[in-house]
């Protein structure tokens, strides 16, 4: 079989398996669909962080902020969201969603939580990414706490509380099926997105951000408007994502579900990391990993189980900075269309070719 | 000859440190022009605060007749006015080919035309042309970073060809390059001018390089302007001869 048609069968039994998945692992549906949702975080930090050489450490903003864009639509199409958060202290009336309403709000509210979440990437990368290196990712780690902060203390959205999804419908049957099937969908479409971005001269801006960006700046690259557009694009797909995520976690809570920057924020860096910063494939391989291995050590080492994360995490950073496929690609750069002059002897012996 | 490039009366003070003091000087479109001086005399200030790297304090600076001096860099750069660094920048992590791609001048393009596909066939001609001209071809694959100083330093100007600028300034293009190339590069400064209509605003410290090409010199010390003319005239300039000896 030549290259293309083993890539096609390659990705055919990779979606294949995608639509399967529900039905050969039953008891996992809600862990498989964080998995693609953990597909989506590192796909879209490893845009800004990976091929533009931006490491955001904030990137939860735009997942807190799809969360709550999408849960107050679903509510508020059909109820008073100050109402509703409220009643969670005590108020016994119940809030009952119909298989149709429940359905409306969902396809109002990720569309709702793609636009806001980059909405707010525009206005807030306008300003963060005019600065470089360290200070850009500290900047981020403020921004996603802060945002945390705030959401906590807004009665409107449930303040500390936190704001419950909205219940399911029975009529729907198991709602966590559907949630895999959409946070699969946004997999795929983040990948395919991804993919072909990095195949525009828009993917090499990147690259070249990353690699010198005073040198961009002085071959006249637009370079702010570039960084903007890549964080807003990874922003659109990660409010979809939060979005999704409420759903599955049945409750949005602001610190530890919404903005979790000390969970989904650094995860999202590692299973970047892990899989290889800067690849395509990587952010992938990496979530699948990852995701595995938290299953496991929750599993296995109940317990122990944020000990085993955190020794991985040290691991995979001092013994495998470059990843999985970074570490290939050094190894076989010819997998990656790179060569390498294996002849060159130092400086140039010769005058080039007239 | 009409002037492309007019530096006015151009000052630049680092806190007490006086880099560039009262600078005025014209590059004419098509020429070549030198910029020596001895080293910390203020020339790369000069080409920063050109580019827009540094704002001046006083002083004005016009490109085409317009003045650039309050335009940031990315601005200047799309009116067509380049400079390559001393310390040689590139891509490192990408192959030459992309580095060459994503050199082409963005000065035609809109924003929209980013997300065109990388392997237009016309850019990659040309790209392919640029590197041939400077002796690269062969390695147009491999990672711009695994090239040799000398060899990066010749991708380099091959990027900023690939530009398409009208003013190129060069921030000494034969540093570091192995003294058998030189000839070779001095041609092709000398053919870029020629062949492709690129002005040259050229920095150097290798006398008998800046000699060769340049059809007028200006000399800075301490930051000033010390002097001006063709070759010859600075070459037998004493104030010049002091400045490098150390006369003062």
């Keep these: 079989m030549n290259v293309p048609v083993r890539k096609l069968v390659g990705y055919a039994a990779l979606l294949a398996f995608?639509?399967?998945?529900?039905?050969?692992?039953?008891?996992?549906?809600?862990q498989l669909a964080e998995l693609w949702l953990f597909v989506v975080f590192a796909l879209t930090w490893d845009l800004v962080g990976g091929q533009m050489g931006y490491n955001s450490f904030g990137n939860v903003l735009f997942i807190g902020v799809g969360t709550y864009a999408c849960a107050v639509v679903q509510v508020g199409l059909f109820y008073n969201v100050a109402n509703y958060t409220s009643s969670d202290g005590g108020d016994l009336t119940i809030y009952v969603f119909d298989a149709t309403q429940f359905l409306t709000g969902l396809a109002v509210g990720l569309p709702v939580a793609a636009v806001v979440a980059g909405l707010v990437a525009i206005v807030f990368g306008s300003a963060v990414l005019g600065m470089r290196g360290h200070y850009f990712a500290i900047c981020t780690l403020g921004l996603g706490v802060a945002a945390g902060q705030i959401a906590a203390g807004w009665d409107w959205i449930g303040a500390g509380g936190g704001m419950s999804s909205p219940n399911t419908p029975a009529s729907l049957g198991d709602v966590t099926v559907l949630l895999y099937y959409l946070a699969f969908g946004l997999a795929v479409l983040t990948f395919i997105m991804i993919r072909a971005l990095l195949s525009t001269r828009f993917g090499l801006a990147l690259n070249a951000i990353r690699d010198d960006e005073d040198k961009a700046e002085a071959m006249g690259l637009p370079t702010i408007y570039i960084k903007v557009t890549a964080w807003a694009m990874a922003a659109v797909m990660l409010g979809i994502s939060g979005g999704i995520l409420g759903n599955l976690k049945r409750f949005i809570d602001p610190i530890d579900v919404a903005f979790a920057g000390e969970t989904y924020g650094v995860w999202m860096v590692l299973m970047a990391i892990l899989g290889g910063k800067g690849t395509l494939w990587g952010p992938v391989i990496g979530a699948t990993v990852f995701q595995v291995l938290k299953e496991v050590f929750w599993t296995y080492l109940l317990g122990w189980q944020r000990v085993a994360l955190g020794l991985m995490i040290v691991v995979i950073v001092v013994f495998f900075p470059q990843g999985i496929l970074g570490w290939a690609r050094e190894k076989f750069p010819e997998w990656f269309g790179h060569r390498i002059d294996r002849s060159r002897t130092g400086e140039t012996a010769r005058e080039p070719a007239e | 000859m009409s002037a492309l490039l007019e530096v006015e009366s151009v000052s630049k003070a680092f806190g007490g440190v006086q880099a560039n003091k009262d600078i005025s000087l014209m590059v004419p479109e098509g020429s070549i022009v030198g910029l020596i001086g001895p080293n910390g005399s203020g020339k790369t200030t000069l080409f920063s605060s050109i580019v827009g790297q540094y704002p001046i304090d006083n002083g004005s600076i016009r490109f085409e007749g317009e003045e650039i001096s309050r335009l940031r860099v990315p601005q200047i750069a799309r009116l067509g006015l380049l400079r390559t660094f001393q310390q040689t920048r590139i891509y490192g992590q990408m192959t030459c080919m992309q580095n060459m791609i994503i050199s082409a001048s963005v000065r035609k393009r809109g924003f929209g035309e980013m997300f065109h596909g990388q392997h237009d066939p016309a850019v990659s001609k040309h790209a392919e042309d640029m590197l041939e001209f400077v002796g690269l071809y062969e390695k147009r694959l491999l990672r711009a970073g695994s090239l040799s100083f000398g060899q990066q330093k010749l991708l380099e100007f091959a990027m900023a060809l690939m530009n398409e600028p009208r003013l190129l300034m060069l921030d000494?293009?034969?540093?570091?390059?192995?003294?058998?190339?030189?000839?070779?590069?001095?041609?092709?400064?000398?053919?870029?001018?020629?062949?492709?209509?690129?002005?040259?605003?050229?920095?150097?410290?290798?006398?008998?390089?800046?000699?060769?090409?340049?059809?007028?010199?200006?000399?800075?010390?301490?930051?000033?302007?010390?002097?001006?003319?063709?070759?010859?005239?600075?070459?037998?300039?004493?104030?010049?001869?002091?400045?490098?000896?150390?006369?003062?």
């Design chain 2, 172 to 248: 000494e293009p034969t540093a570091g390059i192995n003294p058998t190339l030189i000839n070779g590069l001095i041609d092709r400064l000398k053919r870029a001018n020629a062949q492709f209509g690129i002005t040259l605003f050229v920095i150097e410290h290798n006398m008998r390089v800046i000699m060769n090409l340049a059809e007028h010199i200006y000399c800075l010390a301490h930051g000033e302007l010390l002097a001006a003319g063709t070759p010859d005239q600075i070459r037998n300039d004493p104030n010049v001869l002091d400045a490098y000896l150390g006369a003062h």
């Design chain 1, 18 to 30: 995608g639509v399967a998945a529900p039905y050969l692992f039953p008891a996992y549906h809600s």
